[in-house]
């Protein structure tokens, strides 16, 4: 079974600093694209940052570029995002969703998606 | 930047009514468009793909037609558990991937 699981929210001062970790298990990481989105309160969802399945391509939304930092450990089944100079509009539920699988399998993008981990910024 | 706008923002519907859903882009997208369904507190769950394709799982009485720029959700006869957020996404031209707005499908 496909899980992905992300963890590293929480409550942070604005300025601050977060790391947040998706878990992933069931299925082949290293062969497929990642990506984050949040949905802020209020709002609808936003594409935040995407990773190739190597890692070697990166790419991020304008709001958040200069200040996240998206990575993955192929041998750990992890994918991660670094989150600094947050901001009070960066307050979201951050999720990790599956982008297409380069193996070829046909597998659509955000076919799977974790459960999001809520990030709070607020003095 | 490709903007997804869809419309209504909320759509008032009986159980066992049609519900239509619609979504435009701002330029052609093909038929590279998703549907998702989100409920609070639970992942986004993705409905069509392809414009048409229902994903794994998916019941039929979701459905999803056009391209270019213009799309629709089709849900044939709300049932309880199909309240909830619809969004569709583009994945034809990006960065940035876009979402819509979203569409609220709210009990009348």
Not at chain 1, 33 to 50: F, H, Q, T
Request: glycine share 12%.
């Amino acid at each position: 079974e496909v899980q992905l699981v992300e963890s590293g929210g929480g409550l942070v001062l604005p300025g601050g600093s977060l790391r947040l970790s998706c878990a992933a298990s069931g299925f082949t990481f290293s062969t497929y694209e990642m990506n984050w989105v949040r949905r802020a309160p209020g709002k609808g969802l936003e594409w935040v940052s995407y990773i190739s399945s190597s890692g070697s391509t990166i790419y991020y939304a304008d709001s958040v570029k200069g200040r996240f930092t998206i990575s993955r450990d192929n041998a750990k089944n992890s994918l991660y995002l670094q989150i600094n100079s947050l901001r009070a509009e960066d307050t979201a539920v951050y999720y990790c969703a599956r982008g297409f699988d380069i193996s070829g399998s046909g597998s659509p993008w955000g076919d799977y998606w974790g459960q999001g981990t809520l990030v709070t910024v607020s003095s | 930047e490709i903007v997804m706008t869809q419309s209504p923002a909320t759509l008032s519907v009986s159980p066992g009514e049609r519900a239509t859903l619609s979504c435009r882009a701002s330029q052609s997208v093909s038929s590279n468009l998703a549907w998702y369904q989100h409920k609070p507190g639970q992942a986004p769950r993705l409905l069509i793909y392809g414009a048409s394709t229902r994903a794994t799982g998916i019941p039929a009485r979701f459905s999803g037609s056009g391209s270019g720029t213009e799309f629709t959700l089709t849900v044939s006869s709300l049932q309880s558990e199909d309240f909830a957020v619809y969004y569709c996404q583009q994945y034809n031209n990006w960065p940035p991937l876009t979402f819509g707005g979203g569409t609220k499908v709210e009990i009348k």
